[in-house]
């Protein structure tokens, strides 16, 4: 199985704040790689999917990159609605999610 | 736009299947290069991914469910269901279906979810 792996599991922002959560493969999946935030009691939302692509009607603030092991997202601008748990997903084999990150308001 | 929606008991005793459906409206289930998925999440933990089926009935499992989890599709009605067997108080979860769309580089992405259902493993 491929093990996704995610820092911080938790962090603590401000309003206007720019976030970046890694992600890491255990192996090499490409850009085999999607990002999802998901509110409490809520299903996830897909914001980025193959790493970098924004999906439609995902602010702009959202981002994308990497490729291989290694991967981010980031938020420009951290904004009220923003603060959830992220998760990154790789589809390269057998589907796993990383443990999710939880952006706190500090 | 399409929509899914599981269905299926809220509570299943110890060593029996769990089973749930997930009715699909807005779109044929057919329609398209879709994968249809089953996620779970345990009250407080991350995402799960169960396994996925194609409209032509082909599956795919996460490995350390794969000996319990049989997932099909009805393309009549337009649902996809799960059966898990042999449940024990680790498979309490919430558990979401949700539409695998295709890229352009034959990855996919779940981008329509159910609102998810509770199910509760206890005597």
């Known amino acids: 199985d491929i093990q996704m792996t995610q820092s911080p599991s938790s962090l603590s922002a401000s309003v206007g704040d720019r976030v970046t959560i890694t992600c890491r493969a255990s192996?090499?999946?490409?850009?085999?790689l999607n990002w999802y935030q998901q509110r409490p009691g809520k299903a996830p939302k897909l914001l980025i999917y193959t790493a970098s692509s924004l999906q439609s009607g995902v602010p702009s603030r959202f981002s994308g990159s990497g490729s291989g092991t290694d991967f981010s997202l980031t938020i420009s601008s951290l904004q009220p609605e923003d603060f959830a748990t992220y998760y990154c997903?790789?589809?390269?084999?057998?589907?796993?999610f990383g443990q999710g990150t939880k952006v706190e308001i500090k | 736009q399409a929509q899914l929606q599981e269905s299926g008991p809220g509570l299943v005793k110890p060593s029996q299947t769990l089973s749930l459906t997930c009715s699909v409206s807005g779109g044929s289930i057919s329609g398209g290069e879709y994968y249809w998925n089953w996620i779970r999440q345990p009250a407080g933990k991350g995402l799960e991914w169960i396994g996925r089926v194609f409209s032509s009935g082909y599956t795919d499992y996460n490995p350390p469910l794969k000996s319990r989890v049989t997932i099909s599709v009805d393309t009549s009605k337009n649902q996809f269901s799960l059966n898990l067997t042999s449940v024990t108080a680790a498979d309490t979860a919430v558990y979401f279906c949700?539409?695998?769309?295709?890229?352009?580089?034959?990855?996919?992405?779940?981008?329509?979810w159910g609102e998810g259902t509770t199910v509760t493993v206890s005597s």
């Open positions: 192996q090499s999946i490409s850009t085999y």
């Open positions: 949700a539409r695998g769309s295709p890229t352009a580089y034959y990855s996919y992405y779940l981008d329509v």
């Open positions: 997903q790789q589809t390269y084999t057998a589907w796993t």
